[in-house]
């Protein structure tokens, strides 16, 4: 009797395990990047990687993840209309959608993850038969981006057609939904005490969305540095929520422009409150050198539930 009850602990044992490491596979970037140790704002960024000579020079240096530019127009030296690399208002480009990622791929032994950010519902749309094309050989960690709803300060430019993007991005469920906010900045020297802040309307909003569209797969809000740090009880409320609506792996990627004024303490607090494990940083290099955060990683959620079970194991191997 004991030794059955051994044999089935042992494949309770190994049961939980397997599940733990298929589970962790959906932790895409902490996976993919294990010396960050699960916290993710150790990641690193390039951005603007839109022409081959940024593209080359990035995948040679120290950046992890590449953010880049999606917009329907020319390659140079080309007449046919396509998904380029540039940010409005450029549409030419020397660096196709297609030969962006085909690059990366190409460089099997450099590890970089890319986010590409969609500026319009035809960009995407004309990107689709290239993510297609190269699907299976895309064995780094993708963001697909937009701005899909209107945020703080009566911002100018105009959102990426929510029901469409995210619907078409549930397509690739592997990949991270990267989905925010249209922004506008008051970054005046006059403007030191910034009060604009993301409200509670905007990010149930996106809640509303994202569940009305059934999303399980990685979700990560990009919001702006500043207006985030205004009111942390909000972000609060955006990341609890998530998780109340069966939105899984949910994270914050907090970025900012140079020139935006940023509460460094308070972004600071916000981001240990989130958590390290649940919060990217894409910020410039000075504000980055202000902020005041633990040095300790966070534990890996798999790290924890693998030793518990081991743990479990051996605990019954020994009363047996």
Known sequence: MKSVVKTASSLLALAVIQSVMC?????????????????LTKITWAHAVNNKTMLNKTLEGNAMMLEA?????????????????????????DLSLENFLNTVIERKGIKKGVKLDFK?????????????????????PVFLNADILEGPTNATATPVDPKFFVTQAKTYPKYTLSVGWTTSYASSENNTENIDRY????????????KEQQVTQPVTYPVRA???????NVMKMLMENSTGSGIKNATLTVWSSEGDKVNAEKLSQLIREIGVEKVYVD???????????????????????????????VSLSTML
């Open 226 to 232: 500043g207006l985030a740090a205004n009111d942390i």
């Open 199 to 210: 409200t509670e309307q905007q990010v149930q909003r996106m809640i509303n969305t994202l």
């Open 283 to 313: 910020v410039p290099k000075e504000l980055m050198d202000k902020l005041r955060l633990s040095a300790a990683s966070s534990p890996r959620p798999a790290t924890l539930v693998l030793a518990a079970t081991l743990f479990l194991a």
């Open 23 to 39: 589970a962790s596979v959906t932790e895409t970037v902490a996976n993919f990047f294990p010396e960050v140790e699960g916290n």
């Open 69 to 93: 530019d999606v917009v329907l127009g020319k390659v140079t030296g080309q007449d046919v209309q396509q998904p380029i690399m540039a940010h409005p208002p450029a549409n030419e480009s």
């Open 120 to 140: 319009t519902v035809e960009a995407f749309n004309a990107s689709k038969p290239i993510l297609d094309k190269v699907r299976d050989n895309l064995t780094f």
